[in-house]
């Protein structure tokens, strides 16, 4: 059973323009939606993160929405940099602290220079 | 401040041999969590530990699996007699207490490849 799900598993955008990252969740208990970054050989890298009583967070370049009505979120990347090229995951708890997350299968964003 | 740190990064075992995964939280983190990705998968929660004490297992297969996270040393993913559908990239993360926002610090993984 996907929870979270991140349906297109690549994305490729030009240098410079907006990249959009998608994902969706079925389970109405997650409570905090989070983002990571993953280069090959590595760990993943906390982004941004968004609680389930916001709509939007922005930090920099990156900006997360939350509908939660519709249960999706998506990152927004503006510009997009060679940089950005990676796997990025979804990731979603439940409210508590220090609770578990569950992944989505990721999305591989290629910055086209 | 060092991060996550795991080691071995590669391992390699043969079929019914014993793999030992460990894992050094950040400084001041006492919580550790252990993920599995299986490839062109997204991570898999295995465990979540507090220093002595194993807080949820529900994500760990019921047999050959076991960890820990002693009051000294590092945390422990232990696999007994390793399957080739052990062959996984294993991350450990950890985070401090009371973090409200559930945002887990991850180490680089140990890879695991059974022959």
């Known amino acids: 059973d996907q929870q979270v799900k991140q349906n297109s598993p690549s994305l490729s955008v030009q240098e410079g323009r907006i990249s959009i990252l998608n994902c969706d969740y079925t389970?109405?208990?997650?409570?905090?939606f989070l983002w990571y970054k993953k280069y090959p050989a590595e760990g993943p890298t906390f982004l941004i993160s968004?609680?389930?009583?916001?709509d939007k967070n922005e930090d920099g370049r990156f900006t997360v929405f939350l509908n939660k009505s519709a249960k999706h979120l998506s990152l927004h990347i503006v510009p997009s940099q060679p940089g950005d090229s990676a796997v990025y995951f979804c990731?979603?708890?439940?409210?508590?602290?220090?609770?578990?997350?569950?992944f989505g299968t990721g999305t591989r964003l290629t910055i086209i220079p | 401040n060092a991060g996550v740190m795991q080691n071995p990064r590669h391992l390699v075992r043969r079929r019914g041999q014993e793999a030992r995964l460990r894992c050094s939280p950040m400084?001041?983190?006492?919580?550790v969590y252990w993920y599995r990705q299986l490839p062109e998968e997204g991570l898999k929660f295995m465990v979540y530990?507090?220093?002595?004490?194993?807080?949820?297992e529900s994500g760990m297969p019921k047999e050959r699996f076991s960890a820990e996270f002693p009051k000294e040393g590092p945390s422990i993913l232990r696999i007994q007699q390793v399957v080739r559908g052990d062959s996984a990239a294993y991350f450990c993360?950890?985070?401090?207490?009371?973090?409200?926002?559930?945002?887990?610090?991850f180490g680089a993984g140990t890879r695991l490849s059974v022959l």
């Open positions: 990731a979603a708890s439940k409210r508590g602290g220090n609770e578990k997350l569950t």
């Open positions: 400084k001041g983190h006492s919580h």
């Open positions: 530990l507090q220093k002595e004490n194993i807080i949820d």
């Open positions: 993360a950890s985070s401090p207490p009371g973090e409200v926002k559930n945002i887990q610090y």
């Open positions: 968004i609680s389930s009583i916001k």
């Open positions: 389970n109405s208990m997650f409570d905090y």
